[in-house]
């Protein structure tokens, strides 16, 4: 008699394992997708908080040592009211042109802080087209203390997320 020898498995258990692998793994695919998404998002507000922090470092050099009216007027290319105590600009960041090209070439003066600070209002009142920029920026100065600015607040809006990638700073005199 010759007795068979079983040498592998049969497609059956082939199957019903792969099955059993496959219900295992699909909540760890679930997991990757999440993982990758809450990285994209981080990566983002972390550019956005980069350009913040640019901004108002940007300020600082550019005060130091400048009367008010001249780092308005060569910072934003206008001139103030003197009786003014808050000043808000909305500059347009495009990553191709570096802070500076952005500043001078896409400023929007807007010296009644009547929006709301969402995208959607900013980007409507000022007609603004999503691919003209990465990134919009509001900058508001108060002005107190003998004409000197005591408070820059910065808010960096990123085109993609939007109000989700909302970063704020605020600098105040002490650290001017």
């Not at 956005?48 to 290319?77: A, L």
């Not at 347009?92 to 009644?112: A, H, P, Q, R």
């Not at 107190?144 to 408070?151: A, L, P, T, V």
Request: with cysteine; glycine share 6%.
């Amino acid at each position: 008699m010759i007795t068979k020898v079983k040498k592998g498995f049969i497609l059956i258990e082939l199957a019903v394992s792969a099955s059993v692998l496959g219900i295992i793994l699909i909540p760890f695919v679930g997991l990757i997708s999440v993982a990758y998404g809450n990285n994209k998002y981080a990566q983002k507000v972390t550019e956005s908080t980069s350009v913040t922090e640019s901004t108002i470092e940007f300020y600082k050099g550019k005060i130091y040592g400048n009367s008010i009216e001249k780092f308005i007027r060569d910072t934003f290319r206008t001139t103030i009211d003197p009786d003014t105590d808050n000043i808000v600009f909305y500059s347009l960041y495009k990553k191709d042109n570096g802070m500076i090209n952005s500043l001078k070439n896409y400023c929007l003066k807007s010296t009644e802080d009547n929006l709301d600070d969402s995208f959607e209002s900013i980007q409507k009142k000022f007609n603004l087209d999503t691919y003209d920029y990465d990134y919009i920026i509001k900058s508001s100065f108060s002005i107190k203390d003998e004409r000197s600015i005591i408070k820059i607040n910065v808010t960096v809006w990123d085109s993609i997320l939007r109000d989700r990638g909302k970063v704020n700073i605020v600098c105040f005199k002490g650290s001017i």
